[in-house]
């Protein structure tokens, strides 16, 4: 199966609390531009997921209609900054299908995908994550070392 992992574009740096981060101007290109690169390699989700702050449904939304499509996110619990990234891949693992993208956060982003590609979470993953950075992988299972880095995409 094939998922791309995401990080949200460029927010705000401060709000109320972090949940209520929105996307800045910048951020809001960025994950459009991403989106658009993901169309133009061929990399459309059948599903996309987010985590449960503005900044990652923002990204989502934007995403999705750079690629021309009409899907709705579905909110996961359980990916946010915060969040244990063993415990958040299995929340990703849970719901990941065939072309599917999941929406959120660093760090928990890069040692997810450190810990499926090379299995390692404190693997220097390169392109490095920065905001708008979208992983592709493939994989059979997610175990450590069982994905392979497909490609990426960054505005």
């Avoid at 949200?8 to 981060?21: I, L, T």
């Avoid at 690629?67 to 709705?72: A, C, I, Q, T, V």
């Avoid at 909110?75 to 990941?96: C, F, N, R, Y």
Wanted: hydrophobic share 45%.
């Amino acid at each position: 199966m094939n998922i791309i992992l995401m990080r949200h574009g460029e927010a705000v740096p401060f709000a109320p609390n972090d949940a209520d981060r929105m996307l800045t101007p910048k951020g809001k290109a960025e994950a459009s531009n991403t989106g658009t690169q993901l169309k133009k390699a061929g990399w459309i989700p059948e599903i996309v997921f987010c985590s449960t702050r503005i900044r990652a449904q923002q990204t989502a939304d934007l995403v999705i209609s750079a690629l021309g499509s009409d899907l709705k996110p579905s909110v996961l619990e359980g990916i946010t900054p915060e969040d244990d990234w063993a415990q958040s891949m299995a929340i990703i693992e849970k719901h990941a299908v065939d072309q599917s993208l999941f929406v959120f956060h660093q760090p928990i982003l890069t040692q997810i995908v450190g810990h499926l590609a090379e299995g390692n979470p404190n693997f220097d993953v390169h392109p490095r994550a920065v905001p708008a950075t979208a992983y592709i992988l493939r994989l059979n299972a997610f175990l450590p070392g069982a994905a392979t880095l497909v490609g990426a995409c960054q505005p």
